[in-house]
Nanobody, 129 residues
Framework: VQLVESGGGLVQAGGSLRLSCVATGRSLSNLPTGWFRQAPGKEREFVAAISGRDDSTLYADSVKGRFTISRDCAQNTVYLQMNSLNPEDTADYYC???????????????????????WGQGTQVTVSS
């Protein structure tokens, strides 16, 4: 599985961006997928996750109500819609996918970076004040 993120850029505080994570080599339709971010000098942190079975979602408290993760199976893409951006959202954003072989595994939501098997190269988001 290869994951390629896009959609990052420079935006003013209060603005919006939509990140895309396109997969090649395997369908994302039943793979738990997540978004993480890493700001300069900080550890990578969980942002959002979507399950591989029923598209249930999970968000970090810092982005809840502002970010939305979604999946388009036809495009083999997972999106992260980011609204009401603030400078604290500035980071490199990464998508990740987990190979889950059981019904339970596909249904679960994963917050830990170590739980994912494949990663994209990242896309940079900069929010100016």
């Amino acid at each position: 599985v290869q994951l390629v993120e896009s959609g990052g850029g420079l935006v003013q505080a209060g603005g919006s961006l939509r990140l895309s994570c396109v997969a090649t080599g395997r369908s994302l339709s039943n793979l738990p997928t997540g978004w993480f971010r890493q700001a300069p000098g900080k550890e990578r942190e969980f942002v959002a996750a979507i399950s591989g079975r029923d598209d249930s979602t999970l968000y970090a408290d810092s982005v809840k109500g502002r970010f939305t993760i979604s999946r388009d199976c036809a495009q083999n893409t997972v999106y992260l819609q980011m609204n009401s951006l603030n400078p604290e959202d500035t980071a490199d954003y990464y998508c990740a996918a987990k190979i889950a072989r059981t019904w339970y595994g596909r249904s679960a939501l994963y917050r830990g970076a170590h739980e994912y098997d494949y990663w994209g190269q990242g896309t940079q988001v900069t929010v100016s004040s």
